[in-house]
């Protein structure tokens, strides 16, 4: 059993590794877009819409009244970064059902790669919104400058309690419903599957939250 | 390694790439067209919010119409009411005036009747009178009754009373002739001509002269003119007395 979908490699030179991870992220992706396409091509502005734009409708503006709940701020900045990450990572997690499928925030790669995404994220948006010396007085010299070292740690724990949270939730759901499969196929699976979407979907929701409340404590003066 | 860092980088550059996309078909349309939609809505309801202006206005409009149109109503209804009550008022007097008018004609017309018809039972009475006393006296006492006129016509310039007997003599005749005229309705036979002339010159005066006259108007009697004084006897005096009697009768009636 492997313990994360790097270790399934489907074609590796040097240090380029095309393994499931990559290939399922992709996936991922091309589902999304070609969704998003599909509903996207035929919008209609009128009250009268399809039911695949009203989903989309609905996914965007509860991604965008999530971020002004948290931020109090106008969300349209923040909602195709924070919105992607919630969307990727519950599709990643929700599509866990499928058999043969490995999830990609399955990998500690993955969930590391949106940390430090999140982790870069947080100072450009801050330095944005309120300058550079605005963002480092706000962010790393307060409550006093002697917390400077503090801050830069609490900043570098915050992204990898970021990644490992996620990659311990997801993973150790598959490996939980891997084990089980082996010990009792047949039925025991399907209610740990099930708490599996739910926990997928949770985790979803808490990374995208937490990384929008990182990037409103940068943007903000509170 | 649970960590391989070529993953990651490709994670990373994955994660922007699905951020880009995600933004070109995904969060730009839909949030276009929810503003268009937004846009549309608000754009309605300006322009619902402009026609319920207008109607408002518009609704003041009539509004203000009928209550002229209505205070038109009540002037015009007020001014009907004038002008009936005018002509009404013209009318009734008008039916009033031709109802005086005719109770006047009416009046008039039935006084005429009246007087008519009075006269004409005078007439006829008279004639029906005398022809009864006539044809009573001729039954009776084999006398007719021109002579019984003139007998009690001569009886009574015998039967003067005293102011008649101190005034009729000692008036001064009309006539420088001196002339008593004796007037008719029926011719005197000369025997009685003769007795009323002795009898006029026993009374009244004795070189009068008599003359005789018949008239037509006269109903049945004798009257002897002079001086500006009349002896007379004439059944009209009875036939007057009886006529205003009848008309008292009907007048009562």
């Known amino acids: ?222 | 390694m649970l960590i391989d860092p070529f993953v990651v980088i490709a994670q990373i550059i994955n994660f922007l790439i699905l951020v880009w996309l995600l933004k070109r078909f995904l969060y730009k349309p839909i949030t276009s067209a929810m503003e268009a939609r937004s846009q549309r809505i608000q754009s309605q309801l300006a322009t619902a919010a402009i026609k319920e202006k207008d109607a408002e206005a518009e609704k003041e409009l009539y509004r203000q119409k009928q209550q002229e149109l209505e205070a038109q109503k009540q002037q015009w209804l007020e001014q009907a009411r004038q002008e009936v009550a005018t002509e009404k008022e013209i009318l009734r007097k008008q039916a009033q005036d031709e109802v005086n008018q005719a109770r006047s004609q009416w009046y008039e017309s039935f006084e005429q009747d009246k007087q008519k018809f009075a006269r004409k039972m005078r007439d006829s009475l008279s004639e029906q009178i005398a022809l009864t006393a006539r044809k009573v006296l001729s039954d009776l006492a084999n006398a007719n009754l021109e002579a019984q006129i003139t007998e009690t016509f001569i009886n009574r310039l015998y039967n003067l009373d005293e102011l008649e007997t101190e005034t009729i003599p000692t008036a001064p005749s009309s006539n420088p002739n001196n002339i008593i005229t004796i007037r008719s309705s029926f011719i005197i036979p000369d025997e009685n001509r003769k007795r009323l002339i002795t009898a006029v010159a026993e009374q009244i005066a004795t070189n009068a002269e008599v003359q005789f006259e018949t008239v037509e108007d006269f109903i049945c009697g004798i009257e002897l003119l002079y001086g500006g004084y009349k002896i007379s006897w004439n059944l009209e005096h009875y036939l007057t007395e009886l006529e205003s009697s009848t008309l008292l009768m009907v007048d009562s009636h």
């Open chain 1, 1 to 222: 059993m492997n313990l994360t979908p790097d270790q399934t490699i489907y074609w590796q030179r040097g240090i380029i590794t095309i393994n499931a991870t990559l290939v399922f992220t992709w996936l991922i992706m091309f589902l999304l877009v070609l969704g998003s396409w599909l509903v996207t091509r035929k919008l209609s502005p009128s009250t009268n819409i399809s039911r695949g734009q009203n989903l989309l409708e609905v996914l965007v503006l509860g991604i965008g009244n999530q971020i002004k709940e948290v931020s109090q701020q106008e969300p349209k900045p923040y909602v195709p970064f924070i919105g992607t990450l919630f969307i990727f990572i519950a599709v990643s997690n929700l599509l866990s059902f499928i058999p043969g499928y490995q999830p990609p925030t399955g990998s500690l790669s993955t969930t590391a790669a949106l940390a430090i995404c999140v982790f870069f994220a947080v100072p450009l948006y801050g330095i944005k919104k309120q300058g550079l010396m605005g963002y480092f007085k706000k962010y790393y010299l307060q409550p006093t400058p002697f917390m400077l070292p503090f801050n830069i740690i609490g900043r570098f724990s915050n992204t990898i309690s970021l990644a490992v949270r996620l990659f311990g939730n997801v993973m150790s759901g598959t490996m939980i419903v891997g084990i089980l499969l082996s010990i009792a196929p047949l039925f025991l699976p399907i209610p740990l599957q099930a708490m599996g979407l739910l926990t997928g979907a949770i985790q979803a929701y808490i990374f995208a939250i937490l990384a929008m409340v990182s990037i409103a404590a940068a943007t903000t003066n509170n």
